[in-house]
């Protein structure tokens, strides 16, 4: 909140117009601080790294995100009063957990990536923030549905499609008639995805996930350089 006192220092006379924003800025400090909000653990037996990925596998406790919804992530051990926004890509089989998967690129991932590394078989404290949502959550609502991503940014498309997968699975039905497996209209949807990379190095981020995306009609990766 330094840039509150500059500003009255400099441009008293401006300073009516930053009130508002003030107080609006406080109470959602305040907010925040009293709901959506818990501490969990991260389990060690479930989480590693590889490469330049960390795989972070959080127990959810009551939270029940919906596909393209993110939490707020801090770490004490990294810094206390720091932050950070990640997509949930899917839970666990019978969703005790929620995984995060975050590439070291600057110097907080940088530390946790580190951690998981000298830390394997211990439990790390995490305080979560959650869930938010984002446009993605909406996607459900189509039946044809074209996402465009970058990078990282490939998070809530996949945590989508995971979700749409396990909609399919859970929801087909017997035809009666014969031994194949329809499924209801409503779960005939037509994606296209189009992933914009800088390198090949991205695709070992959500390889293993790739796996399970058989039922989309159409995945594109776009690369704009090959290494």
Same mark, same amino acid.
């Given at each position: 909140?330094?840039?509150? &006192?500059? &500003?009255? #220092?400099?441009? /008293?006379? *401006?300073?009516?117009?930053?009130?508002?924003?003030?107080?609006?800025?406080?109470?959602?400090?305040?907010?925040?601080?009293?709901?959506? =909000?818990? +501490?969990? &653990?991260?389990?060690?037996?479930? +989480?590693?790294?590889?490469?330049?990925? +960390? #795989?972070? =596998?959080?127990?959810?406790? %009551?939270?029940?995100?919906?596909?393209? *919804?993110?939490?707020?992530?801090?770490?004490?051990?990294?810094?206390?009063? &720091?932050?950070? /926004?990640? $997509?949930?890509?899917?839970?666990?089989?019978?969703?005790?957990?929620?995984?995060?998967?975050?590439?070291?690129?600057?110097?907080?991932?940088?530390?946790?990536?580190?951690?998981?590394?000298?830390?394997?078989?211990?439990? #790390?404290?995490?305080?979560?923030?959650? /869930?938010?949502?984002? /446009?993605?959550?909406?996607?459900?609502?189509?039946?044809?549905?074209? @996402?465009?991503?970058?990078?990282?940014?490939?998070?809530?498309?996949?945590?989508?499609? @995971? +979700?749409?997968?396990?909609?399919?699975?859970?929801?087909?039905?017997?035809?009666?008639?014969? %031994?194949?497996?329809?499924?209801?209209?409503?779960?005939?949807?037509?994606?296209?995805?189009?992933?914009?990379?800088? %390198? $090949?190095?991205?695709?070992? $981020?959500?390889? %293993?996930?790739?796996?399970?995306?058989?039922?989309?009609?159409?995945?594109?990766?776009?690369?704009?350089?090959?290494?």
């Amino acid at each position: 909140y330094l840039w509150i &006192i500059v &500003i009255y #220092i400099h441009v /008293p006379s *401006e300073f009516i117009y930053i009130i508002p924003i003030t107080i609006l800025i406080i109470i959602d400090y305040l907010l925040s601080h009293h709901y959506h =909000r818990y +501490s969990s &653990i991260i389990i060690p037996s479930k +989480s590693f790294t590889k490469d330049n990925l +960390s #795989i972070l =596998r959080v127990i959810k406790g %009551d939270a029940n995100p919906k596909s393209g *919804e993110y939490f707020l992530l801090n770490i004490p051990t990294i810094n206390k009063h &720091i932050y950070k /926004p990640f $997509t949930v890509i899917q839970s666990g089989v019978h969703n005790e957990y929620c995984e995060f998967r975050i590439r070291k690129v600057g110097n907080w991932t940088t530390r946790l990536h580190k951690m998981l590394q000298d830390r394997p078989e211990h439990p #790390i404290n995490i305080k979560i923030k959650g /869930p938010y949502g984002s /446009p993605a959550t909406a996607l459900a609502r189509y039946k044809n549905i074209l @996402m465009y991503s970058t990078g990282v940014g490939l998070t809530p498309s996949l945590s989508f499609i @995971m +979700s749409h997968i396990k909609e399919h699975q859970s929801s087909t039905v017997s035809c009666g008639q014969c %031994d194949e497996k329809s499924l209801p209209d409503i779960y005939a949807k037509n994606i296209t995805v189009v992933w914009v990379i800088r %390198d $090949t190095s991205w695709l070992s $981020t959500f390889y %293993d996930l790739f796996n399970n995306l058989q039922e989309l009609r159409k995945v594109y990766n776009y690369k704009s350089k090959v290494n």
